[in-house]
Protein backbone atom coordinates (compact mmCIF):
# COMPACT_ATOMS: atom_id res chain seq x y z
CA UNK A 1 0.00 0.00 0.00
CA UNK A 2 3.13 2.05 0.87
CA UNK A 3 4.49 1.79 -2.30
CA UNK A 4 1.40 2.04 -4.77
CA UNK A 5 0.40 5.44 -2.52
CA UNK A 6 4.25 6.34 -3.66
CA UNK A 7 3.31 6.00 -7.22
CA UNK A 8 0.27 7.67 -6.91
CA UNK A 9 1.50 10.60 -5.68
CA UNK A 10 4.44 10.80 -8.18
CA UNK A 11 2.23 10.09 -11.22
CA UNK A 12 0.38 13.33 -9.85
CA UNK A 13 3.93 14.99 -9.63
CA UNK A 14 4.70 13.56 -13.29
CA UNK A 15 1.71 15.50 -14.16
CA UNK A 16 2.74 18.72 -13.42
CA UNK A 17 5.90 18.20 -14.98
CA UNK A 18 4.17 17.54 -18.18
CA UNK A 19 2.37 20.05 -18.18
CA UNK A 20 5.26 22.53 -17.76
CA UNK A 21 7.33 20.61 -20.17
CA UNK A 22 4.14 20.95 -23.24
CA UNK A 23 3.26 24.72 -22.26
CA UNK A 24 7.36 25.57 -22.43
CA UNK A 25 7.49 23.95 -26.08
CA UNK A 26 4.40 25.58 -26.77
CA UNK A 27 5.76 29.22 -26.27
CA UNK A 28 9.49 28.67 -26.35
CA UNK A 29 9.41 27.05 -30.04
CA UNK A 30 7.70 30.19 -31.83
CA UNK A 31 9.17 32.98 -29.10
CA UNK A 32 12.29 31.27 -30.35
CA UNK A 33 11.85 32.10 -34.26
CA UNK A 34 10.77 35.35 -33.44
CA UNK A 35 13.92 35.83 -31.40
CA UNK A 36 15.67 34.38 -34.19
CA UNK A 37 14.45 36.97 -36.91
CA UNK A 38 15.34 39.79 -34.40
CA UNK A 39 18.90 38.30 -34.37
CA UNK A 40 19.56 38.46 -37.78
CA UNK A 41 17.89 42.20 -38.89
CA UNK A 42 19.18 44.42 -40.78
CA UNK A 43 17.83 47.09 -37.76
CA UNK A 44 21.07 46.83 -35.53
CA UNK A 45 19.08 47.91 -32.34
CA UNK A 46 16.75 45.00 -32.67
CA UNK A 47 19.57 42.70 -33.69
CA UNK A 48 21.81 43.45 -30.75
CA UNK A 49 18.68 43.77 -28.42
CA UNK A 50 18.17 40.29 -29.46
CA UNK A 51 22.22 39.24 -29.14
CA UNK A 52 22.33 41.16 -25.33
CA UNK A 53 18.63 39.06 -24.51
CA UNK A 54 20.40 35.62 -25.75
CA UNK A 55 23.68 36.26 -23.74
CA UNK A 56 21.73 36.67 -20.66
CA UNK A 57 19.49 33.80 -20.92
CA UNK A 58 22.27 31.21 -21.75
CA UNK A 59 24.60 33.44 -19.57
CA UNK A 60 22.96 32.84 -16.16
CA UNK A 61 21.31 29.56 -14.44
CA UNK A 62 17.81 28.82 -15.10
CA UNK A 63 17.30 28.64 -11.46
CA UNK A 64 18.03 32.32 -11.10
CA UNK A 65 16.17 33.03 -13.75
CA UNK A 66 12.94 31.20 -12.02
CA UNK A 67 13.77 33.63 -8.82
CA UNK A 68 13.87 36.75 -10.69
CA UNK A 69 10.73 36.26 -13.05
CA UNK A 70 8.96 35.42 -9.49
CA UNK A 71 10.19 38.01 -7.32
CA UNK A 72 10.63 40.97 -10.05
CA UNK A 73 6.71 41.98 -9.65
CA UNK A 74 6.61 43.01 -5.88
CA UNK A 75 10.26 44.35 -5.41
CA UNK A 76 10.22 46.55 -9.14
CA UNK A 77 6.88 47.15 -9.36
CA UNK A 78 5.46 46.52 -5.92
CA UNK A 79 2.49 44.04 -7.07
CA UNK A 80 1.48 41.10 -4.86
CA UNK A 81 1.94 38.29 -6.07
CA UNK A 82 -0.41 35.27 -5.56
CA UNK A 83 0.65 31.52 -5.25
CA UNK A 84 -0.77 31.01 -8.18
CA UNK A 85 1.71 32.96 -10.10
CA UNK A 86 4.29 30.51 -9.70
CA UNK A 87 3.25 28.51 -12.22
CA UNK A 88 3.02 31.29 -14.16
CA UNK A 89 6.50 32.12 -13.34
CA UNK A 90 7.67 28.73 -13.91
CA UNK A 91 6.52 28.99 -17.61
CA UNK A 92 7.38 32.33 -18.49
CA UNK A 93 10.76 31.69 -16.95
CA UNK A 94 11.66 28.40 -18.96
CA UNK A 95 9.99 29.31 -22.12
CA UNK A 96 12.09 33.15 -22.48
CA UNK A 97 15.00 30.80 -21.23
CA UNK A 98 14.40 28.24 -23.82
CA UNK A 99 13.48 30.96 -26.33
CA UNK A 100 17.34 31.77 -26.13
CA UNK A 101 18.45 28.67 -26.88
CA UNK A 102 15.79 27.56 -29.98
CA UNK A 103 16.85 31.11 -31.61
CA UNK A 104 20.56 30.14 -32.03
CA UNK A 105 19.81 26.74 -33.19
CA UNK A 106 17.10 28.45 -35.83
CA UNK A 107 19.31 31.01 -36.70
CA UNK A 108 22.18 28.72 -37.62
CA UNK A 109 19.62 26.64 -39.56
CA UNK A 110 18.74 29.49 -41.53
CA UNK A 111 21.95 30.72 -42.39
CA UNK A 112 23.11 26.94 -44.01
CA UNK A 113 20.11 27.60 -46.79
CA UNK A 114 21.93 28.49 -49.68
CA UNK A 115 21.30 31.95 -51.21
CA UNK A 116 20.50 30.98 -54.18
CA UNK A 117 17.31 29.40 -52.89
CA UNK A 118 16.35 32.59 -51.89
CA UNK A 119 16.95 34.56 -55.84
CA UNK A 120 14.91 31.55 -57.14
CA UNK A 121 11.90 31.57 -54.79
CA UNK A 122 12.42 35.60 -56.12
CA UNK A 123 12.49 34.86 -59.72
CA UNK A 124 9.33 32.53 -59.40
CA UNK A 125 7.26 35.27 -58.04
CA UNK A 126 7.51 34.34 -54.47
CA UNK A 127 7.43 36.99 -51.35
CA UNK A 128 9.06 37.22 -48.79
CA UNK A 129 6.98 35.49 -46.56
CA UNK A 130 5.97 32.53 -48.92
CA UNK A 131 9.68 32.03 -49.44
CA UNK A 132 10.45 31.45 -45.82
CA UNK A 133 7.29 29.51 -44.99
CA UNK A 134 7.18 27.30 -48.06
CA UNK A 135 11.06 27.07 -49.07
CA UNK A 136 13.38 28.09 -46.51
CA UNK A 137 11.34 26.71 -43.36
CA UNK A 138 10.77 23.15 -43.99
CA UNK A 139 14.44 22.40 -44.75
CA UNK A 140 15.23 24.11 -41.59
CA UNK A 141 13.25 22.13 -39.72
CA UNK A 142 14.71 19.33 -40.82
CA UNK A 143 18.25 20.70 -40.27
CA UNK A 144 17.96 21.87 -36.76
CA UNK A 145 15.38 18.77 -35.62
CA UNK A 146 18.84 16.97 -33.89
CA UNK A 147 19.78 20.06 -32.23
CA UNK A 148 16.12 20.63 -31.18
CA UNK A 149 15.75 17.20 -29.78
CA UNK A 150 18.52 17.73 -27.41
CA UNK A 151 16.89 20.89 -26.21
CA UNK A 152 13.54 19.16 -25.51
CA UNK A 153 15.39 15.92 -23.84
CA UNK A 154 16.88 18.28 -21.36
CA UNK A 155 14.07 20.18 -20.94
CA UNK A 156 12.47 16.80 -19.78
CA UNK A 157 15.44 17.16 -16.80
CA UNK A 158 15.02 20.75 -15.96
CA UNK A 159 11.53 20.60 -14.91
CA UNK A 160 12.96 19.58 -11.86
CA UNK A 161 14.05 23.38 -11.33
CA UNK A 162 10.67 24.55 -10.45
CA UNK A 163 11.27 23.15 -6.83
CA UNK A 164 12.66 26.32 -6.31
CA UNK A 165 9.16 27.92 -6.23
CA UNK A 166 7.98 25.07 -4.81
CA UNK A 167 5.89 23.95 -7.44
CA UNK A 168 4.64 20.26 -6.90
CA UNK A 169 6.15 18.44 -9.92
CA UNK A 170 7.59 14.80 -9.69
CA UNK A 171 11.58 15.29 -8.48
CA UNK A 172 10.22 18.16 -5.60
CA UNK A 173 7.32 15.21 -4.46
CA UNK A 174 9.83 12.31 -4.71
CA UNK A 175 12.12 14.40 -2.67
CA UNK A 176 9.28 15.10 -0.10
CA UNK A 177 8.25 11.31 -0.10
CA UNK A 178 12.27 10.45 0.81
CA UNK A 179 12.53 12.68 3.34
CA UNK A 180 9.33 11.54 5.05
CA UNK A 181 10.12 7.84 4.36
CA UNK A 182 13.78 7.91 5.17
CA UNK A 183 14.66 6.15 1.86
CA UNK A 184 15.85 6.71 -1.36
CA UNK A 185 13.14 4.27 -3.25
CA UNK A 186 10.72 7.71 -4.33
CA UNK A 187 13.89 8.77 -6.23
CA UNK A 188 15.08 6.17 -7.69
CA UNK A 189 11.31 5.29 -9.03
CA UNK A 190 11.85 9.33 -10.17
CA UNK A 191 14.41 8.50 -12.18
CA UNK A 192 13.04 5.22 -13.76
CA UNK A 193 10.11 7.85 -14.77
CA UNK A 194 12.59 10.56 -16.48
CA UNK A 195 14.14 8.29 -17.84
CA UNK A 196 10.93 6.74 -19.10
CA UNK A 197 9.75 9.97 -20.59
CA UNK A 198 12.97 10.98 -22.19
CA UNK A 199 12.76 7.79 -24.12
CA UNK A 200 9.22 8.42 -25.60
CA UNK A 201 10.22 12.08 -26.28
CA UNK A 202 13.50 11.12 -28.23
CA UNK A 203 11.34 7.81 -30.22
CA UNK A 204 8.84 11.11 -31.28
CA UNK A 205 11.19 13.31 -32.39
CA UNK A 206 13.17 10.26 -34.47
CA UNK A 207 9.78 9.76 -35.76
CA UNK A 208 9.53 13.17 -37.35
CA UNK A 209 12.69 13.14 -38.50
CA UNK A 210 11.85 10.46 -40.69
CA UNK A 211 8.49 12.16 -41.52
CA UNK A 212 11.03 14.58 -42.60
CA UNK A 213 12.81 12.33 -45.18
CA UNK A 214 11.25 13.39 -48.00
CA UNK A 215 13.12 16.52 -48.28
CA UNK A 216 16.76 14.33 -48.96
Sequence with gaps: MIFESMIIQLCKG????????????????????LVAWGRMSTIKPIRWLMKVYISIMR?????????????????????NTSSHFRM??????????????????????????????????????YSKFETFFIIILPQVIKTVLPSITNEVITLVKDTSLSFVLAIPEMFTVAKQIAAAQASITALIVAGVFYYIFNIIVALVMESIEEELNYYD
Design 14 to 33: MLTSIEIFVLTLLFSLPLGL
Design 88 to 125: IAVIIAFSINYAAYFAEIYRGGIESIPKGQYEAAKVLG
Design 59 to 79: GTPLMLQLIVVFFAPYYIFGF
